[in-house]
């Protein structure tokens, strides 16, 4: 075998960063999240590097798969800065409003139209959902092994796997074969730097825009339609309290504070 | 109850997913049992069931059914466990197939959330995922509360169409059933059967558990958490003398987290780590973003230090301390001194 065919899942995601600007349009309840600048989902970040590492060792080909409008084909860009070889968008206006299942759908139906493929990395969350959900969801639909969690990985030349996945409190040595969807933890590397000559490389790579019907999937088991989960109401949650300040240099702060942990009955 | 002679509308049973870790119940798996058992009671009455897959496990199963469930699948063989999603995906898909319940609950450890969207691709229905909230209308549709943005949007997500209606639920968010000498059945199941046909295409060869050390977050009286304002491993060394002093347990944040200052991610309290309710809560240099804070809105009294009097933080706070936590946390720790003192001395009035 002369290295293996890698697709690593990516997600443009309004920056983490901003999170704190996301508000709740009070007239129509939907959520106004104007002016957030997208970047690569972060954990994404690390499923690259993963593939970028493992191409360096046995060679083969990376190819980045994302299920985003093409108005952000700008961070794929960025993305291919990093490394790889390709990259697919999937676009369509059928894909709209898909929950975690039907996001699935349309990506293991992409990732069938770059196949065949060895593995399929992808973050093992993404920032703004967070669900956790898609690695699982796109091995069961793609028929093959699949794991989340990932922290340590490592593939033999003959496609023998080896995995280490985070558990509470400790962790899982887990033993298969490629093909597998991998969903790896941030723990698992340090993602590059882009340098300069990858900048300048990304601008000769290509980048695909594939629709519902190039994917062949059906537009009825993708998007609003498609998904078994409804959205209902949005509220902001509030953590607010009564927030007393206490006054006074540190001794007397420090004996405030002794104060009421004794008045809650944990100390003396 | 169920009241006898009427029978109960048909809104279909309200599973749970129990999980074995090391030797014991996951204490999420409690967790979402006493929501469950709480669910039922406030829907009107349904059946509660817990399904437990596992290996050796039948003592495990009688402690599901006397803390409540009427009803606990055990499927016991040594090729489930430890947990793998495929043998385990395998067994519950064809029970929920079998016994059709109309929801299924999972905690969102680790193997739940390979688990619960393993499941939910196979049958092709609706997965709430890391729910902060749950709730069961009298007709039987489960409202899934999620947390998105960082804790910064709370939404209500329904599986209207499908069933089961499928989430995975945080942990910490729910209290276990209260002690009650129930007794529920166990009925145990045919695992050959069950795993009859399946490929099992991954392999666990070691399993790793370690204790961390100290106290442990869930269930301390006093957590003392620290944020990216403390600045280095150091100073952190300050909060472990305090919470030593206290016998409490040390939290931090995610950028705390993510700079080494702490033991492990054990440590880190909110959105993608724990929830915690003490009886107090100690910050030390927390900006205080939803991602921290939602995981301590159930503490008892929070308590914030912090040298920039405009930290968000201080919004969620009870008790607001403009200052630097390096006076701050030596001055406490010698006023806790003499305080223990002094009761040493003493006996306490109490």
């Known amino acids: ?268 | 109850m169920t009241g006898e002679g009427k029978a109960p509308v048909r809104r279909g049973a309200i599973w749970i997913v129990a999980e074995q870790a090391g030797g014991t119940l996951a204490p999420v798996s409690l967790e979402i049992l006493g929501q469950a058992l709480r669910m039922a009671r406030a829907a009107g009455g349904c059946e509660v069931a817990a399904v437990l897959i596992g290996k050796d496990a039948g003592g495990l199963a009688s402690v599901l059914a006397w803390l409540g469930a009427d009803k606990v699948f055990l499927v016991d063989d040594p090729r489930l466990l430890p947990f793998q999603n495929d043998t385990h995906g395998a067994v519950l898909t064809r029970l929920i197939v079998r016994e059709d319940p109309g929801v299924v609950l999972f905690g969102a450890s680790a193997c739940g959330e390979e688990l619960a969207p393993t499941v939910a691709a196979r049958l092709d229905t609706g997965l709430g995922a890391h729910c902060t909230n749950l709730d069961l209308s009298a007709d039987g549709l489960l409202m899934m509360g999620v947390l998105g943005f960082g804790g910064r949007v709370h939404t209500e997500m329904f599986c209207p169409a499908r069933r089961p209606q499928m989430a995975s639920v945080k942990p910490g968010m729910f209290q276990p059933p209260p002690r009650a000498d129930r007794k529920g059945i166990v009925v145990r199941e045919d695992a050959a059967a069950l795993l009859e046909g399946e490929t099992i295409r991954l392999r666990a060869v070691k399993v790793v558990r370690k204790e961390p050390e100290g106290v442990p977050l869930e269930g301390a009286d006093v957590v003392v958490a620290g944020g990216f304002g403390i600045g280095g491993k150091e100073p952190w060394a300050l909060l472990d003398d305090l919470a030593r002093e206290l016998s409490g347990a040390v939290g931090c944040t995610r950028p705390a987290l993510d700079e080494g200052w702490t033991s492990g991610d054990h440590a880190m309290i909110g959105t993608s780590g724990k929830t915690v309710r003490p009886k107090v809560y100690l910050g030390f240099g927390i900006s205080g973003s939803p991602h921290h804070t939602v995981g301590i809105k159930d503490a008892g009294v929070i308590v914030s230090v912090n040298s920039d009097p405009r930290a968000p933080m201080f919004e969620s706070s009870d008790y607001c301390v403009v200052s630097d936590f390096r006076k701050i946390v030596p001055a406490l720790i010698r006023e806790i001194r003499k305080v223990k003192g002094d009761s040493l001395r003493e006996p306490s009035p109490a």
């Open chain 1, 1 to 268: 075998m002369s290295g293996f065919h890698i697709v690593v899942l990516v997600k443009p995601v309004p920056d983490p960063g901003c999170y704190d600007r996301v508000e709740i349009d009070p007239a129509t309840g939907a959520l106004a999240r104007q002016g957030m600048p997208s970047v690569l989902n972060p954990s994404d970040r690390h499923a690259l590097e993963e593939a970028l590492s493992l191409q360096e060792r046995h060679g083969g080909r990376v190819t980045l798969v994302s299920m985003t409008p093409e108005s952000s084909a700008e961070t794929l860009r960025e993305a291919l800065a990093m490394g790889g070889d390709e990259a697919v968008i999937l676009s369509d206006r059928a894909f709209a409003g898909s929950d975690s299942l039907a996001t699935s759908r349309v990506l293991a139906a992409g990732i069938a139209k770059v196949a065949p493929f060895d593995l399929v990395l992808a973050g093992n969350e993404s920032a703004d959902g967070g669900t956790v959900h898609v690695p699982s969801q796109v091995g069961e639909l793609l028929g093959v092994a699949h794991l989340a969690n990932v922290v340590r990985l490592e593939v033999d030349a003959d496609g023998s796997v080896r995995a280490r996945t985070r558990i509470e409190n400790g962790y899982v040595e887990m033993e298969g074969a490629l093909p597998m969807v991998l969903g790896v933890r941030r723990e698992i590397n340090t993602p590059r730097y882009t340098s300069l000559m990858g900048v300048m490389a990304s601008q000769g790579k290509p980048i695909r825009v594939l629709g519902a019907e190039e994917i062949g999937i059906d537009g009825s088991r993708v998007g609003m339609d498609g998904s078994n989960m409804r959205p209902g109401k949005l509220s902001r949650p509030e953590y607010c309290r009564k927030g007393e300040r206490v006054k006074g240099d540190p001794e007397e702060a420090a004996a405030r504070i002794v104060g009421i942990l004794r008045a809650e009955g944990v100390l003396g």
